[in-house]
């Protein structure tokens, strides 16, 4: 297998990031009456005029475009509001769109490519023919339509370097550029950065050499962690607790290329012991504000057993990240990243996602690694409790603003549960039937589902098309009380192709175990 060196301008070349959208679906969104239309032609804003005609209903299928008058809910304010575009596909999108479309500010919410859920819900106009890897099919989408706003979900198209066609196009996009996106896209990169300017990381070296790799390994012990140096799907990450295994990731990535390109090099990292936490900071360059705290699970199975996975659930506040460890994290990790990003002539612009090991030992935070969007399925729940206009804080960022900017969050807490299709993270059976979700929303209050990878079938129900399929997300005044409506609204779900774990929330809760359907 022949393997290239990582740049930072390799990342610019789509055609060596995979695509994981694409969905087939019927796209609608229903907006409530006391409603206003706009016609799309003053860029990044819009112009609002009395319509007679009360609730309005915008429909864009596969192959049409979207209605040239958009209805936007409102209060009577002529105040223009901000036309977003979401990009991309999942459960954190959905959640994007679910925020941004409650902000005071915003006028419409397009999304693309969406999915199945995010446009029964109305929570937005689902783009789906739109390539979200072609940055001047995006710039001309944003131009006919006013999008004043463009904020980019997933890690593939900002590595792919789509926010640097936008930004130079001159559309307001929050996300980082493809050479900040590298914080991401290489661990190698990120893990240099945390040298240069004394950032706390696990002790690492570099390879792409497997028998190096396997004597390096030898000499250091298990357990220990193999990772691949670019994106995986974030699949490319084994906690080996034996040699044998340790040996068989290296040859996973740098031998038969599980990976593709990347797994062509790897990192080796000591393993570190502890609690692992999800902490996000919005950033605009030079200045950041931290979100509320979030933990998530990442294996698959019940008492954090089995294979890593993109996440199994979540839940805000973290208890164990106390507000004294938020000022570290902010003062020794992420203000460090974002001035040497800046030092380093690649200004970060977006969210800054620190995977976080809180050590047993010392209790002091280090930095496992970085990711350059929202988590999922921390968005999530972060989405849910988020009271401030997100319009308004996002744009702020994109104009280097953030300064003095504070957030309002819900009191209480909120927890999600992952539903996945049997088999994940394995191999698994795509088109199976999901029946209930409406009335599963309507179990308890404050539940939304948020919709990860699912379509529509011929009969226009909804059917798994991914692996996390749904993120059942609850808010409750505690956390005791968001769990239990989470997973009354999970039981509620007729889903016989699906599982999930019965112990989201076990670190920060008493056990309490719920059964398993099917």
């Given at each position: ?10 990342c ?23 409603s ?5 032609h003053?860029?990044?804003r819009?112009?609002?005029?009395n ?22 809910k ?7 509001k ?8 999942g ?5 994007l769109?679910?925020?941004l ?12 490519p ?9 929570n ?6 739109l ?24 890690e ?10 936008l ?7 929050f ?5 900040a996106a ?17 950032i ?18 030898q ?21 080996a607790?034996?040699?044998e ?17 990347a ?22 360059g ?12 990442k ?53 800054l ?7 047993k ?6 930095l496992i ?10 968005c ?19 104009r ?30 795509k ?9 599963a929303?309507?179990?308890a ?24 399929v ?7 005044n ?13 039981e509620?779900i ?9 112990d ?14 099917g």
């Amino acid at each position: 297998m022949y393997c290239a060196t990582f740049n930072i301008g390799a990342c610019l070349n789509p055609d060596r990031v995979s695509k994981p959208f694409g969905f087939t679906h019927h796209n609608s969104c229903s907006l409530s009456s006391n409603s206003l239309s706009f016609t799309a032609h003053s860029f990044g804003r819009v112009k609002h005029s009395n319509s007679p005609h009360g609730a309005l209903k915008c429909v864009a299928s596969q192959n049409s475009e979207p209605s040239a008058s958009v209805a936007i809910k409102t209060n009577n304010n002529p105040q223009e509001k901000v036309v977003v575009l979401v990009i991309g596909g999942g459960g954190r999108e959905h959640a994007l769109c679910y925020a941004l479309q409650r902000s005071p500010s915003c006028g419409a919410v397009f999304c693309a490519p969406g999915n199945a859920g995010i446009s029964s819900s109305g929570n937005a106009t689902c783009i789906s023919d739109l390539d979200v890897y072609d940055g001047a099919a995006v710039v001309s989408f944003c131009r006919k339509w006013g999008v004043g706003l463009v904020v980019v979900g997933p890690e593939a198209p900002l590595v792919a370097g789509l926010a640097n066609d936008l930004i130079k196009a001159g559309i307001p996009t929050f996300g980082p550029s493809a050479e900040a996106a590298a914080l991401e896209g290489s661990k190698n990169f990120m893990k240099h950065l945390c040298d240069k300017y004394d950032i706390p990381t696990a002790k690492y070296k570099t390879f792409t050499d497997p028998s190096a790799a396997k004597q390096y390994i030898q000499e250091q012990g298990a357990p220990i962690v193999i990772k691949a140096d670019g994106l995986a799907a974030g699949k490319g990450v084994t906690v080996a607790m034996t040699l044998e295994e340790a040996s068989e990731a290296v040859d996973s990535m740098l031998v038969k290329g599980d990976f593709g390109s990347a797994g062509c090099r790897v990192i080796i990292e000591e393993f570190l012991e502890g609690e692992e936490v999800s902490f996000f900071a919005l950033v605009d360059g030079e200045n950041a504000i931290p979100l509320e705290s979030a933990q998530d699970h990442k294996r698959v199975g019940d008492g954090d057993t089995g294979p890593n996975t993109g996440g199994m659930g979540a839940y805000s506040p973290a208890p164990i990240l106390t507000k004294e460890l938020q000022s570290i994290v902010m003062d020794s990790i992420i203000f460090p990243t974002v001035k040497g990003m800046s030092a380093e002539g690649c200004k970060f612009v977006g969210v800054l996602f620190a995977g976080l090991m809180i050590e047993k030992n010392s209790g002091m935070p280090k930095l496992i690694e970085y990711n350059v969007r929202f988590g999922d399925p921390e968005c999530q729940v972060l989405m849910v409790r988020l009271e401030s206009d997100l319009v308004q804080v996002l744009l702020a960022a994109c104009r280097g603003e953030l300064s003095g900017v504070s957030l309002t969050w819900s009191p209480g807490s909120a927890m999600v549960v992952v539903m996945a299709s049997k088999g994940y993270p394995g191999s698994y059976e795509k088109g199976t039937l999901i029946k209930n979700l409406e009335e599963a929303e309507l179990v308890a209050p404050g539940i939304k589902i948020f919709h990860a990878g699912t379509a529509f079938d011929s009969e226009g129900r909804f059917i798994a098309t991914g692996g996390r399929v749904l993120g059942v997300t609850a808010k409750g005044n505690d956390l005791e009380e968001a769990r239990d409506r989470a997973y009354r609204a999970v039981e509620d779900i007729d889903w016989p192709g699906g599982f999930y774990r019965r112990d989201i929330g076990w670190r920060a809760l008493p056990q309490k175990q719920f059964s398993t359907k099917g």
